[in-house]
């Protein structure tokens, strides 16, 4: 048996929570997983899979290989980056672990960071925001973009953008791009017939907060903890969606839309990207902190999630 296969296999299959899926994910068959699982398992002479008709998750012992699973395949991929170096830039494997709202921030970060070292292979999972500290505390992920306000001390902070909000609707007419409407307070809003996240989300949680504290608790129309379904129910007309600056500037191309920013109060939300401290960093990490202070990079964040219309308007004055 090759131990740190049947740990890749093992994270794998912690990350899909499907033995087919995982077994795709490692590029192999299913029977081949099942069988090196297995084998860990008597290795260890104790049963690590908790197993059913599904995948039912990991017995207590199973949770500390785990852990063992993710520091050692941690120690591997900084022991590949280190010998790789010196054949031009950083080079390996960097997961980024980013709430919903900010993925395509995450995904313009992932494509600077190529720009600049193409040896470098970015992976983005959309995770909870306790999804993103669990997986910086276990070194599942290397990386984490979310709300930096309520990260733990244990992890060291980045500041990236301030999320503002925009009410998302069908426009009243439509045109060749997105249009920008006039402010709309917060108290309105909530009588509009809403789609939003579910409330396991940390954004669903910073919405509530301000709805309570106006005491205008909305119904939601439609509850959903997928960021796409709550664009295409907006696309499809007959709700509205309250969402960040950052996701709202995916759709600028999108005529038939019309984002209001949200008003009264102005509500800002910093978010950031999050390391483990006291961590021995790989070689891509340490590029994409870099890359993640440059004042360019910075500048080029902000004009997508900040204040939209002033860069809609900059766009179009340069066209």
Request: include cysteine; proline fraction near 6%; hydrophobic fraction near 45%.
């Amino acid at each position: 048996m090759n131990l740190l296969d049947a740990y890749r296999y093992l994270v794998s299959l912690e990350q899909h929570r499907h033995f087919g899926r995982a077994a795709a994910a490692c590029h192999i068959t299913q029977p081949a997983l099942s069988n090196a699982l297995r084998a860990l398992e008597q290795h260890f002479e104790v049963a690590i899979v908790r197993r059913g008709r599904q995948y039912e998750g990991l017995t207590p012992e199973g949770e500390r290989v785990l852990a063992t699973a993710h520091r050692l395949l941690h120690e591997q991929e900084l022991l590949q980056q280190d010998l790789r170096a010196g054949a031009g830039g950083a080079q390996g494997r960097l997961v980024i672990g980013a709430v919903p709202t900010a993925l395509p921030v995450a995904s313009r970060l992932a494509v600077k960071l190529f720009e600049r070292h193409p040896g470098v292979q970015t992976q983005i999972r959309s995770l909870a925001s306790q999804e993103i500290e669990l997986g910086l505390e276990t070194l599942a992920i290397d990386l984490g973009l979310g709300y930096v306000e309520r990260a733990p001390a244990r992890l060291e902070t980045v500041p990236q953008y301030v999320e503002r909000y925009y009410l998302l609707q069908r426009a009243p007419r439509t045109g060749m791009v997105m249009g920008f409407g006039s402010p709309m307070p917060w108290a309105e809003a909530a009588t509009q017939p809403l789609a939003l996240l579910s409330p396991e989300m940390h954004n669903r949680a910073i919405l509530d907060g301000v709805f309570r504290e106006l005491g205008r608790m909305p119904k939601p129309a439609i509850e959903t903890n997928s960021v796409l379904a709550l664009l295409v129910a907006v696309q499809a007309g007959g709700v509205a969606a309250v969402l960040p600056g950052a996701l709202v500037s995916t759709l600028t191309a999108h005529g038939e839309l019309e984002a209001r920013p949200l008003v009264a109060p102005e509500v800002l939300t910093p978010i950031g990207l999050m390391v483990a401290g006291g961590v021995r960093r790989s070689r891509a990490l340490e590029a994409a902190l870099e890359l993640a202070r440059d004042l360019v990079w910075l500048e080029h964040v902000r004009g997508h999630s900040g204040t939209l219309e002033a860069a809609a308007r900059l766009r179009r004055a340069s066209a």
